[in-house]
């Protein structure tokens, strides 16, 4: 039987436990064993305004009765409810007086009860402190056979490693603690690391799953009795909210939470939100930012908050950096660095040194501030190498964005190009890179946990393809949600070799250069805040171009060319003022026949070769455009050496049968379009692609004997897996595809759903992953299998980034609804230059000018251009051909 997710059986035990506990709860003011039980029991819940004056009545009346032990117990726990309402640090000594007390010593609980009051008062100050109590509190707690505080010791731990940079680490313990809090009832502890978690998953760059689970906390919090007051959770949502663009609902969620610490004395959580609205003012009002962190400041040094008073500080310093007060600026940016070293926080330590060779850029000493960058990359580095999956470590290179732009662009002004290309190589495409080294992503673990959960998402999403009601669709989204925690990667390299390559170095310029072919050109964009850079790579030559302006314009431009393709214009306008923006400023060295687009930002969403030239031509008709993740990828690609070659030409799936369900309705139009995202809430239905058919059809007829066709019932997702696909040079899937930015992980090209339901029939992004291929080619002739969410210089979190993860050579992608008869005709246009011998590039381009010959003025940009080929598309594939 298929466990229960535990966020969910925590909410059957919500009910069970108040009730049982509100039955139980008499009047019991003078019985200082049932005043203690109680303090203990809302202790447990985080609630310190209700537990402070019970454990101090339990402690005069134990002392009334001469019970020493008892009083000390209850001592010690007064002293634990004073750890976030500050000054709690003058207690640390009377605490290791305790730990040493003969009383103390001869008696476990006693001392866990000890050493918990201790780590709660390290904590406040600094969590790197408390790691020692913490590690002895587990040993204890395991002794002790208690769950609850092993539990607890373990996600103290986790967040300890978290902030020493050691992420795997960090993952196993808050993901291995959590389920245990849920399964165990420890209601108090389960919200409090929930909204923990959520808070960390926005600082890595996912807003929106950080909401989800501060929000879910919210809820449980709202029916949970005599329940703390959940601060961190209304912290991490106003945070997720803010980088959300949503400030007004931010506002209100930390005028709620501020107002309540005020009045309840909590000084730390005061702290901590008054840093949160100073960086939400900060957007708008930089007077009333800085009020909000001088504020947060002035509390953390009188209270000795040490983590916090490092975190309002760089705050506070990137306020006054922004206003052009360098000299504040700089003050208090060395404080934080000086404060973050303190607390052993290497986490946030590069995006603070970063700062300080900003400050060290604008005061003009370029050489102190390269040196700086330097460092915060080290840093980051050595959190890189600690990461338990792809995924993880393309969400820290994103979060870590501005260290890699900052350092680019000091490069650039020091003329050093060699420098400025080892920084872009050192974060673009680096999960890609890691992966095409030797270390692919790794298995599920095998533990029942995770197979169960594995079970469970499956399960849950081929319901979810079939609900047709919002409330049944908002209920299994929030559990689909909660067994996908389950899946957190903890897996291990599987050779001691992957080991050692888990994150080789960029690959040497020389290297790459020699790999290109002398009609290449690689063009690396960067889109800086107020400008733009185009680094370029022949084989003879290296340079970085400066382009006129930066993200707000990139974006626009961006825009209002995507706006003119959604409206089947010839784009002749927007295509000629992008190419004016990033083509027409390269030196004419840098514009070779091919090119191979390395884009950044919204440059993702963009196809280059239907820019408008000079001559009022679409790039296309000059030029071989293709994309890669980074120089280094392309080149690991190139020189790699399969261990074997494939045997069969050709796999084709389409023409899936998608009318089985509820869901699922005849198309009734002409053509294609794509699907509103499954995973929303409104589930309309997915038309079937009947074209797709004879698209396999005659692909497999180009191809010859050695092609498979999975058509209709047979095109599912566990007869894709069964087929031996590492040894296919191309696989084509023609059907629907969901592009999930919020969830990249989500992803999915669908295929039909298996009989048997071992299967759901969505080929996600997390599973693609780890399939095993040999591929020359991967057509995804599909909509948005190009679009995902954007990472910063890590690159965009897309399906076809997740075939280059699993082996493919290039894959031919989209970037936007694809047209069923169009479609159509681009690929066998494309497949038939194939067959006779093209290269993958020069094959889509003449497929492209094909169909603009063909259909003349009717076939603008939307019907051709969205089709782009990432990866090396750069020779024939062999053996293609009857």
């Given at each position: 039987m298929t466990r229960r997710p535990p966020v969910r059986a925590f909410l059957h035990v919500l009910v069970a436990v108040s009730i049982l506990t509100s039955c139980n709860r008499k009047s019991h003011v003078r019985d200082p064993n049932h005043l203690l039980a109680e303090a203990d029991r809302l202790a447990l819940l985080l609630n310190w305004p209700k537990a402070e004056p019970l454990y101090a009545q339990a402690e005069t009346l134990f002392n009334q009765s001469a019970d020493k032990k008892d009083a000390l117990y209850a001592r010690l726990g007064w002293i634990w409810s004073q750890a976030d309402t500050g000054g709690a640090d003058k207690f640390e000594g009377e605490v290791d007086d305790d730990i040493q007390n003969p009383l103390v010593r001869g008696d476990r609980r006693l001392m866990l009860r000890a050493l918990v009051a201790k780590a709660a008062i390290q904590r406040e100050a600094n969590e790197a402190s408390a790691q020692d109590a913490w590690e002895?509190?587990?040993?204890?707690?395991?002794?002790?056979?208690?769950?609850?505080?092993?539990?607890?010791?373990?996600?103290?731990?986790?967040?300890?490693?978290?902030?020493?940079?050691?992420?795997?680490?960090?993952?196993?313990?808050?993901?291995?603690?959590?389920?245990?809090?849920?399964?165990?009832?420890?209601?108090?502890?389960?919200?409090?690391?929930?909204?923990?978690?959520?808070?960390?998953?926005?600082?890595?760059?996912?807003?929106?799953?950080?909401?989800?689970?501060?929000?879910?906390?919210?809820?449980?919090?709202?029916?949970?009795?005599?329940?703390?007051?959940?601060?961190?959770?209304?912290?991490?949502?106003?945070?997720?909210?803010?980088?959300?663009?949503?400030?007004?609902?931010?506002?209100?969620?930390?005028?709620?939470?501020?107002?309540?610490?005020?009045?309840?004395?909590?000084?730390?959580?005061?702290?901590?939100?008054?840093?949160?609205?100073?960086?939400?003012?900060?957007?708008?009002?930089?007077?009333?930012?800085?009020?909000?962190?001088?504020?947060?400041?002035?509390?953390?040094?009188?209270?000795?908050?040490?983590?916090?008073?490092?975190?309002?500080?760089?705050?506070?310093?990137?306020?006054?950096?922004?206003?052009?007060?360098?000299?504040?600026?700089?003050?208090?940016?060395?404080?934080?660095?000086?404060?973050?070293?303190?607390?052993?926080?290497?986490?946030?330590?590069?995006?603070?040194?970063?700062?300080l060779a900003d400050l060290e850029v604008q005061k003009n000493n370029l050489v102190g501030a390269d040196h700086l960058y330097f460092q915060a990359e080290d840093v980051a580095e050595g959190m890189l190498i600690g990461t338990p999956s792809r995924e993880v470590e393309a969400s820290l290179i994103a979060s870590m964005s501005e260290v890699y732009l900052g350092h680019f662009e000091l490069a650039f002004r020091l003329h050093n190009t060699r420098e400025a290309?080892?920084?872009?190589?050192?974060?673009?495409?680096?999960?890609?890179?890691?992966?095409?080294?030797?270390?692919?992503?790794?298995?599920?673990?095998?533990?029942?946990?995770?197979?169960?959960?594995?079970?469970?998402?499956?399960?849950?999403?081929?319901?979810?393809?079939?609900?047709?009601?919002?409330?049944?669709?908002?209920?299994?989204?929030?559990?689909?949600f909660e067994a996908e925690q389950r899946l957190t990667p903890t897996g291990e390299p599987r050779t001691l070799l992957q080991k050692v390559a888990l994150h080789p170095a960029p690959a040497k310029l020389e290297a790459v250069q020699r790999s290109l072919h002398p009609d290449e050109t690689v063009l690396e964009y960067v889109v800086g805040q107020s400008r733009s850079y185009c680094l370029y790579l022949t084989r003879t030559a290296v340079g970085v171009s400066a382009l006129a302006d930066g993200k707000t314009q990139a974006e626009s431009l961006v825009r209002q060319y995507r706006n003119e393709i959604n409206r089947k214009n010839d784009s002749i306008a927007a295509g000629r003022a992008l190419y004016e923006f990033l083509i027409k400023p390269l030196p004419r060295e840098a514009l070779k026949h091919r090119l191979i687009i390395v884009p950044d930002g919204d440059l993702h969403l963009l196809p280059f070769d239907s820019l408008v030239d000079d001559k009022g031509e679409y790039l296309v008709a000059s030029r071989i455009v293709t994309v890669a993740p980074s120089a280094s990828v392309l080149y690991l690609i190139r020189t790699s050496t399969p261990v074997s070659q494939p045997s069969l030409t050709f796999l084709g799936v389409g023409d899936v049968q998608y009318?089985?369900?509820?869901?699922?309705?005849?198309?009734?139009?002409?053509?294609?379009?794509?699907?509103?995202?499954?995973?929303?809430?409104?589930?309309?239905?997915?038309?079937?692609?009947?074209?797709?058919?004879?698209?396999?059809?005659?692909?497999?007829?180009?191809?010859?004997?050695?092609?498979?066709?999975?058509?209709?019932?047979?095109?599912?997702?566990?007869?894709?897996?069964?087929?031996?696909?590492?040894?296919?040079?191309?696989?084509?899937?023609?059907?629907?595809?969901?592009?999930?930015?919020?969830?990249?992980?989500?992803?999915?090209?669908?295929?039909?759903?298996?009989?048997?339901?071992?299967?759901?029939?969505?080929?996600?992004?997390?599973?693609?992953?780890?399939?095993?291929?040999?591929?020359?080619?991967?057509?995804?002739?599909?909509?948005?299998?190009?679009?995902?969410?954007?990472?910063?210089?890590?690159?965009?979190?897309?399906?076809?980034?997740?075939?280059?993860?699993?082996?493919?050579?290039?894959?031919?992608?989209?970037?936007?609804?694809?047209?069923?008869?169009?479609t159509r005709s681009l690929v066998e246009h494309f497949y038939r230059h194939l067959a006779a011998g093209e290269d993958e590039g020069a094959a889509l381009r003449e497929a492209k000018l094909d169909l603009i010959k063909e259909f003349r003025s009717e076939a603008v940009p939307y019907y051709w251009a969205g089709f782009y080929l990432v990866g090396d598309a750069s020779g024939p594939i062999p053996s293609l051909g009857k």
């Open positions: 002895k509190i587990l040993v204890l707690a395991n002794t002790l056979h208690d769950q609850r505080w092993r539990a607890r010791a373990e996600a103290e731990l986790g967040e300890i490693a978290f902030l020493n940079g050691d992420v795997d680490k960090a993952t196993r313990l808050v993901k291995s603690a959590l389920i245990s809090l849920y399964e165990h009832a420890d209601l108090g502890a389960a919200l409090y690391y929930s909204s923990i978690v959520g808070n960390g998953l926005v600082e890595v760059g996912q807003p929106e799953k950080g909401l989800e689970y501060c929000n879910t906390v919210l809820k449980m919090a709202a029916i949970t009795k005599d329940v703390g007051f959940p601060y961190m959770a209304y912290e991490g949502k106003a945070r997720a909210l803010v980088a959300l663009h949503r400030e007004a609902e931010a506002e209100q969620a930390l005028d709620v939470a501020v107002k309540e610490a005020r009045a309840q004395g909590a000084r730390a959580a005061e702290a901590q939100l008054l840093v949160v609205l100073g960086k939400q003012a900060a957007v708008h009002d930089r007077a009333q930012a800085i009020k909000y962190l001088r504020t947060a400041v002035d509390l953390c040094q009188e209270n000795g908050f040490r983590h916090v008073y490092a975190w309002s500080a760089i705050e506070l310093a990137n306020v006054y950096r922004d206003q052009g007060d360098l000299n504040d600026a700089e003050i208090y940016g060395k404080l934080a660095i000086e404060a973050m070293q303190e607390v052993e926080d290497k986490y946030h330590l590069p995006s603070h040194l970063a700062l290309y080892q920084i872009l190589e050192t974060a673009r495409g680096r999960s890609i890179a890691d992966s095409l080294e030797g270390h692919h992503e790794l298995p599920i673990a095998n533990d029942p946990m995770t197979v169960a959960a594995v079970k469970e998402v499956n399960r849950l999403q081929s319901v979810l393809l079939h609900a047709t009601t919002r409330e049944e669709r908002t209920s299994l989204l929030d559990r689909l009318q089985q369900g509820p869901l699922m309705a005849e198309r009734t139009s002409g053509d294609s379009s794509a699907p509103n995202n499954i995973f929303d809430l409104a589930g309309d239905p997915l038309p079937n692609l009947p074209m797709t058919r004879n698209e396999i059809m005659e692909a497999a007829g180009i191809f010859g004997q050695k092609s498979v066709e999975l058509l209709g019932a047979d095109a599912t997702e566990a007869s894709f897996k069964a087929e031996p696909l590492d040894q296919f040079r191309i696989i084509h899937i023609a059907t629907h595809a969901i592009a999930s930015a919020t969830f990249p992980d989500r992803s999915a090209l669908v295929l039909g759903e298996d009989s048997k339901k071992q299967e759901d029939g969505l080929l996600q992004a997390r599973e693609i992953r780890r399939l095993h291929l040999n591929a020359d080619l991967i057509t995804l002739s599909a909509c948005d299998t190009g679009a995902g969410r954007l990472r910063g210089e890590e690159g965009i979190a897309s399906l076809e980034r997740s075939f280059l993860f699993a082996g493919a050579r290039s894959v031919l992608a989209t970037l936007w609804t694809a047209s069923d008869a169009y």
